[in-house]
């Protein structure tokens, strides 16, 4: 209800002059990014304030301009919901010459906005999302899915625990799209590799107390309770299942959590859960020295979804480099063609679908006592090769027929 | 199927007996002001929050947040009241409403602005950690202590109310205040005392609640509309209505987990919506 109350906060940020003569063709003269995300609702930590300043970020050290014309970001606040994403969307095209727009943080304003950007032949990087219908019968021409999506937290996750010996399972599901696609992506996954399913139980979304679904998961007998849910419901969920003792001979696997939970939940909770990340920014050197840079300006560390933002605008900055103009189907050709090479991905490629395959990572939380310094929550365990990370491109999809 | 039903059955007084503690203050400040506290769930969350702040902060444990905690944000209550409410009394409850909700919006605002929506971990105190197999569940000791605080709390609130001198001024405050006024009682203050009072057992249940729920800028909207159902159940303004109507809209909210879990978050809607056809003033409220 409050969501009506805010209004719409569309910041334009970050103007930088360019003053270079350029021959190349840039629309308007200008690379316009929208970042439309989540700004003050169930997503706002795992995207929201922090993408913006990770599309600032790509937009300074690409030198504020490319092709001799400045890169202006703004952004503004989808609120989750999909006609207020479509409607910006709209807005920003017609009438702000938006080139992009990044994150869309939830399935349903990303389903909302991507037809938009078809028919004005415009770009939608998304970060946040989650469903595979983006890349399947839902795929557009225009679209780019570039973080992670919940095939490839089933495949982590799922394959991982139950070759780790936990093989049967219950799950306590989000009772929306999201919810339902997980649980169904991890199902096959989990039969696929040996496992057996017990049951489920919906749950309304949001829930804030999970302890009824909790003492039917237990009953269930299953060694693994799959959480189909995410942000605050993933939260109290675990946070629970300790307090009912159930972690004590079940194990939990969260199928969507994201660095912010940890954060929040603290280790002394979360500790030793499986969970499948993008990217984990204490992963190597250079994933460590961006992060710290964005730590400065964010004062937290970037969740995958963030890095997402900043890895996903670099590569389209370089393809119109690379394609001389900003012409969205120039644009496309090139971002599908070069390899994404950066903190964020090795060898990453953009398949005819608009699927960003890159390598994923399962992780396990860490022990209080094995966390040496802040933000450190993470061990890498496994890295997850992207052909098996991702599933291959669905005929479903138009543009993978072509 | 026994078994898991009895395990269901006590997760649903567990729940009702939250329900209870939050709408007694509800009822209580409506009841007594004819002020309806849209902010009810705010100032809960207020609790939860200002008793982790002392934690991280201050170092102030569980059990004496459990005290400070509710005096420091009923005192807040009180300010507010002062400066701002009891402008509006006389007023269509429908400005109390507004202003109400005006001020929920800006303290999740605030707490959003500065703590993020995910929000904060609070620990089980030591004390009551862990929990007793019951045979057909496991209870944690919280959850038990929970139960026993709220029920405790809620008779109180009752006695002191409905069987007090203490509660036949606040009673009298609302039916006759010039009356009251004349007999060299302070109305104005007694009136400040009684919001500030409900808002307190707001803070408490949000004391109470840190433990087990993360603790977020959001987390009263949530609840503060199952609240309000059972205030209007219970007939508004009814003390013992709501008690009763809370527990047992828990456990009708238990069973429904159970055998249809899709629907709990609606049953108690349809709950209201049926009593409110048989008996359009609540179940214990004065038939209009």
């Keep these: 209800m409050r969501r009506a109350f805010s209004n719409m906060a569309l910041g334009g940020i970050l103007i930088l002059i360019g003053t270079a003569a350029a021959v190349a063709q840039v629309s308007g003269d200008v690379v316009k990014i929208g970042v439309l995300t989540d700004m003050t609702g169930a997503y706002s930590d795992l995207a929201g304030q922090g993408s913006v300043i990770a599309a600032q970020m790509a937009a300074e050290d690409f030198g504020g301009k490319v092709l001799g014309k400045p890169i202006v970001i703004i952004s503004a606040d989808h609120q989750n919901k999909a006609d207020v994403a479509s409607n910006i969307a709209r807005k920003w095209y017609d009438e702000e010459q938006v080139d992009a727009i990044a994150d869309l943080v939830s399935s349903s304003t990303a389903l909302a906005v991507m037809p938009v950007a078809a028919e004005k032949k415009r770009i939608t990087l998304i970060s946040g999302a989650a469903s595979t219908p983006i890349e399947g019968e839902k795929c557009t021409a225009y679209n780019v899915h570039y973080t992670y999506n919940t095939y490839s937290m089933a495949v982590g996750t799922g394959r991982a625990v139950v070759q780790k010996g936990g093989k049967t399972w219950f799950f306590i599901v989000a009772d929306y799209v999201f919810g339902k696609t997980l649980e169904a992506d991890t199902s096959k996954v989990v039969i696929a590799s040996g496992g057996k399913v017990l049951g489920d139980v919906k749950a309304p979304f949001p829930t804030t107390d999970f302890s009824s679904y909790l003492l039917q998961a237990q009953a269930s007998g299953a060694q693994i309770i799959g959480l189909a849910n995410a942000g605050a419901d993933t939260i109290n969920a675990i946070k629970q299942a300790n307090e009912f003792g159930i972690t004590k001979k079940q194990s939990l696997a969260g199928l969507l959590v994201f660095l912010s939970d940890i954060h929040s939940l603290g280790l002394p909770v979360a500790k030793g859960m499986y969970l499948t990340t993008a990217f984990y920014w204490d992963r190597n050197g250079e994933s460590r020295k961006w992060s710290k840079r964005f730590f400065e300006r964010h004062k937290k560390m970037p969740t995958m979804v963030q890095a997402g933002v900043y890895s996903s605008l670099t590569h389209y900055f370089n393809a119109i480099k690379a394609a001389g103009t900003d012409d969205a189907d120039k644009v496309m050709a090139k971002m599908k063609q070069m390899p994404v090479n950066d903190f964020f991905a090795r060898n990453g490629h953009i398949g005819a679908d608009g699927l960003h395959r890159h390598d994923m990572y399962l992780a396990q939380v860490k022990l209080p006592a094995e966390s040496k310094y802040p933000w450190d929550y993470y061990k890498i365990v496994k890295t997850i090769p992207a052909p098996e990370a991702f599933q291959p491109p669905d005929p479903i999809c138009p543009q993978v027929k072509k | ?288």
Aim: charged fraction near 5%; charge should be positive; hydrophobic fraction near 60%.
């Design chain 2, 1 to 288: 199927m026994i078994q898991a039903l009895s395990g269901q059955l006590l997760v649903g007084l567990i729940n009702g007996s939250f329900y209870a503690l939050l709408s007694l203050g509800l009822a209580i400040i409506f009841g007594l002001l004819d002020v309806v506290n849209f902010a009810h769930g705010a100032q809960y969350m207020l609790g939860a929050f200002v008793a982790w702040m002392a934690m991280q902060y201050l170092g102030i444990n569980y059990w004496s947040a459990l005290i400070l905690v509710p005096l420091a944000v009923g005192v807040l209550g009180m300010v507010f009241e002062q400066l701002v409410l009891r402008r509006l009394y006389g007023l269509d409850p429908l400005y109390g409403l507004l202003l109400t909700f005006g001020l929920a919006l800006v303290l999740e605002g605030i707490f959003q602005n500065a703590f993020g929506i995910s929000g904060k971990s609070y620990p089980v105190p030591d004390l009551l950690q862990g929990g007793t197999n019951l045979g057909f569940m496991f209870l944690p000791r919280y959850r038990m202590w929970v139960v026993v605080v709220s029920i405790a709390v809620c008779f109180g609130c009752w006695f002191m109310i409905e069987r007090t001198r203490l509660g036949a001024y606040l009673r009298a405050g609302t039916e006759n205040p010039v009356l009251l006024q004349a007999f060299g009682v302070n109305v104005p203050l007694i009136r400040a005392l009684t919001y500030g009072f409900g808002v307190a057992l707001a803070a408490f249940a949000g004391v109470m609640a840190a433990p087990i729920y993360q603790v977020t800028p959001l987390m009263g909207s949530g609840v503060i509309m199952v609240v309000f159902a059972v205030v209007v159940i219970g007939g508004m303004g009814s003390i013992a209505g709501s008690i009763i109507t809370g527990l047992g809209l828990g456990l009708i909210e238990g069973l429904t987990k159970f055998f249809y879990a899709p629907a709990s978050d609606v049953v108690v809607f349809v709950v209201m919506a049926l009593v409110l056809l048989a008996r359009p003033a609540g179940l214990f409220g004065r038939q209009l």
